[in-house]
C-alpha cells in the first residue's frame, strides 16, 4: 500500500503499555500550553512590557562609550594623563571663528562669550584665540577657543555640551561665523526623526499583506515582533545601568530585533499556513509548526546568540555591552515566537484558516501549485548545476574583492552632514591651520621639562609632521604633553602610517637620546588602535563561531559536507556585503562621502549575519533531508525542498532587506553602513545563495551529502529520536525519525 502525497500522516495516541512515550516535540508542547492558557500567556507578554517599558522610563538610561583598550599605547596615555593631573585627561570642543575682515576686531564680543562659557558646568579651562598667536590663522580671518572638558567625551553630559553650543553661537553677528567642533559635539548633535525604524516597519506590513492577502494573517508576525523589540529595548536601558552600553545601542537594537523578530514569527507562521492547508486543525498545526519551524528558530537564534557574546570575549570595550544588548534582544524575539505566537493563533486560528483554505481552493480552482516556480528554477539548476555554481561564486566573489582593501575606522567631523555645526567647524578649521589639524596626536613625553622640549623638537623634524605645540608640563611636572598636527587630514592612510613612523622609528630614538618614556595618545591614535585590534582579534573569534555552527549542524544532519557548505557560503555572503559596505562608504560610490568602515561593524556583521544565514540553511536542507529519508531520491528531494522553502525565504529575506535598507535613511552614517551591510548580505544569502548556489552544491555532492565517517558517526552524539505511531488506511505502523519531522505521505 504506497502512501499517497498530500495527505498528513495522523498521529495516534500512545498504547497504554507505553505511557512513557512522548507525545510530540517539546516545542509542540510548548505550543500546545501557550494555546490551552491563551490569555495567560497574552497578558503575561503584556505585563512584561508594561513592567520594563515603566521600569526603564523611571530609571532613565545609563548609556556610556567606552572605547578603551588596555594594553595599548594610546589607553596607556590616557591612564598617565589621569594620574599626572594633565589637562589633556579630559576631551575638548574647539569653538571657531571666522570674519573676513579679520576676528581682531571681534575681540571683545568675543571673550565675554568666552567667559559665559568659562562658568559652564563640565568645563574646566578656556583658552582664547587671543591669548596664543598660533590659535589664529596666519591671514588672521579664522580662530579657535579651546574649551577643555572635566572628562572625557563619551562622560560628559549632553546638556551640558549643549549649554556650551548654545552659548557659543550666541556670539554669532553680521560676518561672524561661530561653529563649535569636537566629539563631545558631534555627541549631542540631533540625530533627526525616528524616519528609518518607521519606514521599515511599513514595508513590513506592505510584504506581509502581500505574502497572505489577509489583514489579520499579515499581522500576526509583526505584532509578535514589536512586543519582543518593545521589551527588549527596556531590559537594555534596564541592564545600562549595570552593563557599559553605548548610546548607539537603541537603534540597533530596534534594527535587529524588527528584522529578526518577524522573520523568526514568519517562518513559523508560514510553516503553520502550510499545516492548515493539509488539512490540519488549528490547534494541531501550530504544535506541528512549533515543532518543526521552532526547531529552526531555536537553533538560529542560538547560534545568533553565540555569536553575538563572543564578542565579550574580544575584550572591546563597548562592544561588549552591545552584544550583550543584542543577544538579549535575539532572546527576547525568540522568545515571543515560541511563546506569544502560538497564544496569538489560537485567538485568531479560526479566523485564519477560513481565510487559507479560501485562498487554497481558488488556487486550486486556477490550477496552480503552489511551489511549482521554485520547483521549476530548482529542476533549471540541477540540469546545469556546475555552470549555475560558478556563476553565482563568481559574481559573489567579484562583489567580495573590494573588501580585502577596506580601512576600519571611525568617522570624524568630515563625515558628518554638510549644515551641522561639527561639519563646519572642521572645514573651517581645515581652512585655516591644514588637513591635519582635525586629527592631532597627543604625545607624552614622561621625564623632566627639558626631555619634554628635546622630545618636542624631535617630532617637529620627524617626516609627515605639519607642526608640534611646545611641550605642555603636567601639574606635578612629571610629564610633559606635545600635539602633533600631521600632514595629511584624520582619515588618510598617511596619518595611519605617521603614527606606526612615531612609535616605532622616531619615539625610540628620542628615547635614548632624552631618557623619557614616550606614548603616542589622543583620538585619533586610539581609533587606530581599536581598529587594528578588532583586526588581530577577528580571525580567532571567526573560526570559534564557525566551528561551534559547524559543529551543531554536524550533529543536527549527521554529515560532514553540509555543515561545511553552510560555513563557506556564509562566510561568501558575509564578504560580498563587507565589499560592497566597501564600496559605497569608503570609494564613495553613489555619491556618498568617502571614509572609513566603523571599526566594530565587521564583528557585529559576521555574527548577525552568520546565524540567520544559518537559519535559511536550517529552514531549507531540514525540507530537503526530510524529503531525502522519505523517497532516497536525492534530485528530487533537492526539488521538492526549494518549492515548499523557496518562497517563505524570500519572504523573510524580503521583509528584512527592507528593514534593514531602511535605516539608510538615518543621518546616522554608522547605522547607514550598518543597514547596507546586513540588507546585502540577507540580498545575496536569500536569493543567490538558497536559491541557485545551494540547490546547485546539493545537485552535485548527491548522496555524499550525508556522508559521515563510521568512526565520527559513533562519537557524535545522536539528537533526541521520537517514536510516532502513523495510522494510515486503518493500518497502525510504528517507526523512528529524528525529533521535530513532519511525516507527510505522496
Not at 514569527?265 to 502550510?274: D, G, N, V
Not at 537564534?301 to 552591545?322: D, E, F
Not at 511563546?339 to 496552480?368: E, S, W
Request: hydrophobic share 50%; net charge negative.
Amino acid at each position: 500500500m504506497s502512501p499517497t502525497r498530500g495527505t498528513a500522516a495522523s498521529v495516534a495516541p500512545p498504547p497504554p503499555d507505553r505511557p512513557d512515550r512522548p507525545r510530540g516535540g517539546r516545542f509542540g508542547a510548548l505550543a500546545g500550553w501557550a494555546q490551552r492558557h491563551r490569555w495567560a500567556a497574552l497578558l503575561l507578554w503584556v505585563a512584561v512590557l508594561a513592567a520594563v517599558t515603566l521600569g526603564s522610563q523611571a530609571a532613565g538610561s545609563a548609556y556610556k562609550n567606552d572605547f578603551s583598550l588596555p594594553g595599548t599605547d594610546s589607553q596607556a596615555a590616557t591612564d598617565l594623563f589621569k594620574k599626572h593631573g594633565s589637562a589633556q585627561a579630559g576631551d575638548s570642543v574647539e569653538i571657531v571663528f571666522k570674519d573676513g575682515a579679520g576676528i581682531d576686531g571681534r575681540r571683545a564680543a568675543v571673550e565675554k562669550m568666552l567667559a559665559e562659557v568659562e562658568g559652564l558646568a563640565s568645563v574646566a579651562d578656556v583658552r582664547s584665540p587671543y591669548a596664543d598667536a598660533s590659535a589664529v590663522s596666519e591671514d588672521g580671518t579664522i580662530g579657535y577657543a579651546t574649551v577643555t572638558l572635566d572628562g572625557k567625551a563619551e562622560a560628559v553630559p549632553k546638556e551640558d555640551v549643549t549649554a556650551i553650543i548654545d552659548t557659543a553661537e550666541g556670539a554669532e553677528a553680521d560676518g561672524l561665523q561661530v561653529e563649535l567642533g569636537g566629539d563631545a559635539v558631534r555627541g549631542a548633535e540631533d540625530k533627526g526623526s525616528p524616519t528609518a525604524e518607521l519606514a521599515g516597519i511599513l514595508a513590513a506590513v506592505i510584504i506581509l499583506g502581500l505574502l497572505f492577502g489577509s489583514v489579520v494573517a499579515a499581522a500576526v508576525p509583526l505584532v509578535t515582533a514589536l512586543f519582543a523589540v518593545g521589551a527588549a529595548l527596556g531590559l537594555i536601558t534596564l541592564a545600562s545601568h549595570v552593563f557599559t552600553v553605548a548610546d548607539f545601542t537603541p537603534p540597533i537594537t530596534m534594527l535587529v530585533g524588527l528584522g529578526v523578530g518577524v522573520d523568526y514569527a514568519l517562518l513559523i507562521f508560514y510553516r503553520y499556513r502550510h499545516e492548515l492547508t493539509d488539512g490540519a486543525d488549528p490547534a494541531a498545526a501550530t504544535r506541528t509548526a512549533l515543532d518543526a519551524a521552532g526547531r529552526t528558530v531555536f537553533f538560529a537564534g542560538c547560534t545568533v546568540i553565540i555569536a553575538l557574546l563572543g564578542l565579550v570575549a574580544l575584550g572591546l570595550g563597548s562592544l561588549q555591552g552591545v552584544a550583550l544588548a543584542l543577544a538579549l534582544t535575539v532572546l527576547t524575539t525568540m522568545a515571543a515566537s515560541l511563546v506569544l505566537l502560538p497564544a496569538l493563533l489560537a485567538f485568531f486560528g479560526t479566523r485564519i484558516q477560513r481565510h487559507v483554505l479560501k485562498h487554497a481552493a481558488r488556487a486550486a480552482a486556477r490550477g496552480k501549485v503552489e511551489g511549482s516556480r521554485w520547483r521549476s528554477l530548482a529542476a533549471a539548476v540541477q540540469r546545469r548545476p556546475l555552470p549555475s555554481l560558478m556563476v553565482a561564486v563568481l559574481s559573489l566573489l567579484a562583489l567580495s574583492a573590494p573588501a580585502l582593501g577596506m580601512r576600519l575606522g571611525f568617522a570624524d567631523a568630515g563625515n558628518d552632514p554638510v549644515t551641522s555645526t561639527s561639519r563646519q567647524a572642521y572645514d573651517l578649521l581645515a581652512e585655516g591651520f591644514g588637513t591635519g589639524f582635525n586629527g592631532p596626536l597627543v604625545v607624552l613625553a614622561q621625564g623632566d621639562e627639558a626631555a619634554g622640549r628635546a622630545v618636542q623638537a624631535g617630532l617637529a623634524k620627524a617626516e609627515g609632521v605639519a607642526a608640534a605645540s611646545p611641550a605642555m608640563p603636567s601639574e606635578d611636572g612629571a610629564l610633559s604633553t606635545v600635539i602633533v598636527f600631521p600632514e595629511t587630514a584624520p582619515q588618510d592612510a598617511g596619518t595611519t602610517e605617521l603614527v606606526h613612523h612615531l612609535r616605532d622609528d622616531v619615539a625610540p630614538g628620542l628615547e635614548r637620546d632624552t631618557g623619557a618614556e614616550i606614548l603616542v595618545g589622543g583620538a585619533t591614535a586610539a581609533s587606530q588602535d581599536f581598529a587594528e585590534t578588532v583586526s588581530q582579534r577577528l580571525p580567532l573569534f571567526v573560526a570559534v563561531v564557525v566551528g561551534l555552527s559547524s559543529l551543531l549542524l554536524m550533529l543536527v544532519f549527521r554529515s560532514v559536507l553540509i555543515p561545511l557548505k553552510a560555513a563557506l557560503l556564509n562566510l561568501l555572503s558575509i564578504s560580498a556585503a563587507l565589499g560592497a559596505m566597501t564600496l559605497v562608504f569608503q570609494e564613495g560610490w553613489f555619491g556618498v562621502q568617502p571614509g572609513p568602515i566603523e571599526a566594530f561593524l565587521p564583528v557585529l556583521i559576521f555574527a548577525i549575519v552568520f546565524g540567520l544565514s544559518m537559519d535559511y540553511e536550517v529552514f531549507l536542507i531540514s525540507r530537503i533531508h526530510e524529503e531525502w529519508e522519505r523517497t532516497k531520491d536525492h534530485s528530487l528531494a533537492v526539488r521538492e525542498g526549494l518549492a515548499t522553502t523557496g518562497k517563505v525565504i524570500t519572504a523573510a529575506g524580503a521583509i528584512m532587506i527592507v528593514v534593514f535598507g531602511a535605516f539608510m535613511l538615518s543621518a546616522d552614517r554608522m547605522l547607514q553602513q550598518f543597514g547596507l551591510g546586513l540588507a546585502v548580505a540577507i540580498l545575496v544569502d536569500a536569493l543567490v545563495i538558497r536559491c541557485l548556489i545551494v540547490p546547485a552544491a546539493m545537485q552535485l555532492l548527491g548522496r555524499w551529502a550525508w556522508w559521515l565517517p563510521a568512526p565520527l558517526a559513533r562519537r557524535l552524539p545522536k539528537v533526541p529520536e521520537l517514536v510516532v505511531e502513523i495510522a494510515y488506511d486503518g493500518l497502525q505502523r510504528s517507526t523512528r525519525y529524528p525529533a521535530g519531522v513532519t511525516l507527510r505521505f505522496a
